[in-house]
Each structure stands twice: as C-alpha cells, then as structure tokens.
C-alpha cells in the first residue's frame, strides 16, 4: 500500500521532469551557439578610390644629341613625382582589378666634362680648360594603368599591367660651367661660372609612351574603411623618349595609395 502511494506521487514528478529536461538542453544549446560568421567576420568592401603619390627613380638609358651645342648626352638619372587616383575592385579573397589614372615625372640630368683650350686674358697664353657640360629632360605624362592584383597572404599583394600614356611635357636646360679652379672666370656669370645656357622643347620628342609595370604593395588598415597601401613598382619601357634614337626611360615607382572602401 506504501509502494502504490509513493507510485502515484512519484510518477507526475518524472513526467513533469522528462517535458522539461528538453527544454532545458535546448536552452543551453542555443546560448553556446555561435553567431553566424558574416557577424564575426564580414564581407570586404567590393571597391575602392583614393589619392595616390609617390616618387619616381628615373634612370635613362641610350643618347640623344641636343641642338644647342650639336653635342650628344648618354645615361642620365633623377627624381620625379607622381600624382593620381585609383579605383578598384575585388573579383575575390584573391584576386582584384585596379585602374590609375596619374601624372608622371620622369625627368633626369646629364653631365660630361670636356677640355678645350681659352686664353689666358692678360698673359697672351692659351691653358687646357676644364669644362662640364649640363643637360636637364623634364619629361611630364599622364598615364592610364590598368592592373590585376593577386593577393597570396592577407594583407600583401603584387601586381602587373600596362600603362599607356601621353606627354604633356618634354623640355631641356642646357649649360656649359667652367669647372677649373685655377683661373678666374670673367665672362659670362662670373658666380656660377656658366659660359652658355639654352632652353627649349625637345625636338622629335615621341607624344606617346608605354610601359610594362609590376610590383608589390601592402594593404594597412587605418579604420574601418580606410586603408594605407605603400607600392613599390618596376616600369620597363616600350616606347622609346624620341623618334630617331634608342633613347628610353625606365623608372622605379615608391608610391602610397590612400583607399576609401566603398
């Protein structure tokens, strides 16, 4: 009689504790689930725009002969800058495309010494004087380069891609200095020592240039939407500076692209 009672007081008690057990383990289930991943980890922006600058390592290669003076220039180097805008897109975690749109700055200077004989004024004698002959090439294109962007690791990429462009600026200074300190100057500009000095357009100068560039650049997180990204790329000439020598310029490119994603 003991047994039958403590049966029926027992038996609800299992029942109620067989509905609830499930619900309890659901409950625990659902607050250990983890949120779904585009929570955590959301989908990179499918494009981007920004500002670029930078600076251009120019080095020319070959000779010209310039109007001024008949005289031929070989192997020049210098500094220029560029400036511009890229926009570009992802095709996927790995790959994007990019287009820039920039002024480039490829000038370069020149310089040889000579000897040639000048007179000694107030001595009737004729010295072996050391001259230096100057040339500067400001060279100026607006450049359209399109890229493909492999990106191996997060963060890093490299690219490839043309670029065409046309010249906006093709000009040379020329000056011949008097460089020996044993006599005193008195022609001319007896500070800088310039005997003559030219300026002009460069004649036969090409309107288009093409170029094959590739490098790697770094993708820097600023916030949320705007990254950094330093690119250090290699351009190898196509085309060549004028229309009847081999006279080329090769460039390497350090520029910083500011990238607002969108």
Not at 110 to 135: C, K, P, W
Not at 199 to 218: I, K, N, Q, W, Y
């Amino acid at each position: 009689m003991k047994l039958s009672r403590l049966f029926f007081v027992a038996a609800p008690l299992l029942v109620l504790l067989g509905t609830a057990a499930p619900v309890h383990a659901q409950f625990r289930s659902g607050m250990q689930a983890a949120p779904p991943p585009s929570v955590l980890h959301p989908a990179p922006s499918q494009w981007w725009i920004g500002p670029l600058a930078g600076a251009n390592l120019n080095s020319h290669t070959g000779d010209f002969v310039t109007d001024f003076c008949d005289c031929g220039f070989e192997d020049g180097s210098g500094t220029g800058m560029s400036l511009g805008l890229e926009i570009g897109h992802y095709l996927s975690s790995t790959f994007a495309i990019a287009l820039k749109a920039m002024y480039s700055d490829l000038r370069a200077d020149y310089s040889y010494q000579i000897r040639e004989d000048a007179e000694v004024l107030g001595e009737g004698l004729v010295e072996d004087v050391l001259f230096e002959r100057r040339n500067t090439v400001v060279l100026g294109y607006f450049m359209i380069h399109p890229v493909l962007q492999l990106h191996p690791i997060r963060g890093l990429y490299v690219f490839a891609g043309p670029a065409l462009g046309v010249s906006t600026t093709a000009t040379q200074e020329y000056t011949k200095v008097v460089t020996d300190e044993r006599f005193d100057f008195e022609l001319g500009d007896s500070e800088t020592r310039i005997v003559s000095r030219d300026t002009g357009d460069l004649p036969r100068a090409e309107s288009l240039r093409a170029d094959l560039r590739f490098g790697v650049g770094a993708n820097l997180r600023l916030s949320r939407s705007i990254l950094f990204a330093p690119e250090v790329s290699y351009a190898y000439p196509l085309t060549t500076i004028s229309d009847d020598d081999n006279w080329s310029a090769e460039a390497i490119h350090l520029i910083g692209v500011f990238k607002f994603e969108i």
